[in-house]
């Protein structure tokens, strides 16, 4: 199963996920993150803004405790 980057904002979820199954963090700079969105086609409003990538940095490092959690 591949979980949205976003799951871990639900400590409920994270832990239903944390102890159900098997997780891995699969790393990536925020730099290819953003491509992969552009690539894909997915325009998101972040996207459009001069500021979506310093906004990226700051979601993922706020995520990065809650990834590390990853078996």
């Known amino acids: 199963m591949a979980a ?4 871990v904002a639900s400590p409920a979820t994270l832990h239903i996920l944390l102890t159900n199954c098997w997780t891995i ?5 925020p730099e290819d993150h953003m491509n992969r969105v552009i690539q894909q086609g ?4 972040m996207v459009a803004r001069s500021e979506a990538m310093e906004d990226l940095r700051r979601i993922l ?8 959690k990853a078996d």
Not at 25 to 29: E, P
Not at 42 to 45: I, K, L, T
Request: glycine share 14%.
């Open 25 to 29: 963090w699969l790393r990536a700079q």
């Open 42 to 45: 997915d325009m998101r409003p």
């Open 61 to 68: 490092q706020g995520r990065e405790a809650f990834y590390a």
């Open 4 to 7: 949205p980057g976003g799951l």
